[in-house]
């Protein structure tokens, strides 16, 4: 088991910093072995000439940006903020705002393909949140406030026909069935459920 390489997986893809003891429980290791893991890839990591550093507090770590690279960065973002959404990042969207607060497990079942780094830049952009859902030990995601004010409605129930969207019998159904055969709901992320959110306009 290369525990390195997973502990680096998990940490590239979070929206925020995690805790060694949920990275713990995930890979099923001790805490002292996620900690020395992590050790060794802020030795790798954090030196002049790399431009991602591991950085901890306490007992979390996240994988950041040097800044030694702070303007070219901050320049990439306020770029990707004001350009327009693609197709699968409106996708996305739609999926949260009619489906939140949601797993990252169960978007990826709806799209049928891993949607962290559309995740990660639909937050950037301010568009959703997430928060920890501790009784489920999980990262649950949500439209934010700017998201409903740059609509201009003040509660995701205006959306156009939330309240059957937001309760599809079908999608609930595929959801369940995967989720009671696979243990996990995001095990079978390569199949595409036959309800649908809204399309969109825009393309990628």
Known sequence: MNLDGQVESLLFVASRPMS?????SLLKVEVAA???AVDRLKQFYNTAERGIQISQHASSAQMVTSSLHAKIVSDFLKEERSG???RPSLETLAIIAYRGPLPKSEIDLIRGVNCSLILRHLMIRGLITSRE???KMTTLYEISFDFLRHLGIRQVGELPDYVNLNHDQTLDKFLHTSERTTGS???AASAKPAASLPRTDSDS
């Open 20 to 24: 060694f003891s949920k990275i713990a």
């Open 34 to 36: 996620v900690q020395a």
């Open 84 to 86: 327009e959404l693609t």
């Open 133 to 135: 859902d501790r009784h």
């Open 185 to 187: 709901p995001g095990a």
